[in-house]
């Protein structure tokens, strides 16, 4: 199902890949290496947000399974694993990712750190790991999304995933969601096309991944990283445009695809999101808003949800 979905896509005018093929262990390093970039300011200013209110948050939470959706490094979430294990007796995480390299090397590390903590980690997409949770073990528990990672769903897909969020959750059980705000054009792009390349190295190793799974021949040498900011749409764009008219093929699916000079590959969309329009599509989805974090500059945004009770459910 997946070779066909890259396929397709590939097939399509413009062409495009699903953005999980960026992760493999290698685009995890890479996407590790941007988050310290200068430029890139979410990882920076997320994480100072979390510093100012992990504690606030495991006191409104209590006692809370930890269960984050995209984990990479975890680096992050230990704030938040700090503020549990000071303020509560048990200390539980589930993180999930699609790169079992870089989970298995976090979780243990994290093991190696928190001696209390107990962890299970789960490897695959959102849909996959969520459908594979076990029944919690402590009082509550809480589904943490972080770094912006929901703007790189368009609309739709946005709100499909909502509504696997809302399903995934009891009534009481808690969401914590961090989001990238509209802001200036010219700061957004600049995260996006850094001075070291590091960026364009993430866009183009989505080539190497097909090259290893479907057994590819594409030649990243023959591609240039693209990465606009679109204000009709309130996001950026990114892509790999084709330095000349070229053909490439995918034996594991039997398939070629043929590129103009100048055609391009979309491979990412990440949105910016006004924050009262968000909190009211989160309401609608029964995923309450309790309490809003930003910045100084509401650059980004933390938002702590509660799952509310729908229909047959309430009491």
Known sequence: MKGWISSRGLQQTPKYLPCRYFYDDRGSQLFEQITDLPEYYPTRIEQSILENCALDIARLTGSCELVELGSGSSRKTRILLEAYDTLHNELQYCPIDVSAGILKTTALDLLNSYPRLKLCGLAGTYEQALAQLPPRELENRMLIFLGSTIGNLNQEECDRFLTLIQ?????????????????????????????????????????????????????????????????????????????????????????????????????????????????????????????????????????????????????
Not at 292 to 297: A, R
């Open 167 to 315: 399903q995934a959750l009891e009534p009481g059980e808690f969401f914590l969601l961090g989001v990238d705000l509209q802001k200036d054009i010219s700061i957004i792009e600049a995260a996006y096309n850094d001075a070291q390349g590091i960026t364009a190295a993430f866009n183009l190793n989505i080539l190497n991944h097909l090259n290893w799974r479907f057994q590819g021949n594409f030649d990243t040498d023959q591609f240039e990283h693209w990465a606009f900011y679109n204000p009709i749409k309130n996001q950026i764009e990114m892509h790999l445009r084709s330095l000349t008219l070229q053909t490439a093929r995918l034996e594991v699916l039997n398939f070629q695809v043929a590129l103009e000079e100048g055609e391009t590959i979309h491979t990412e969309i990440s949105r910016k999101f006004h924050l009262p329009t968000l909190m009211a599509t989160l309401e609608a989805k029964a995923l309450k808003p309790l309490q809003t974090w930003t910045d100084l500059n509401a650059w980004f945004g933390l938002v702590l949800c509660q799952r509310q009770c729908i229909g047959a459910e309430c009491p």
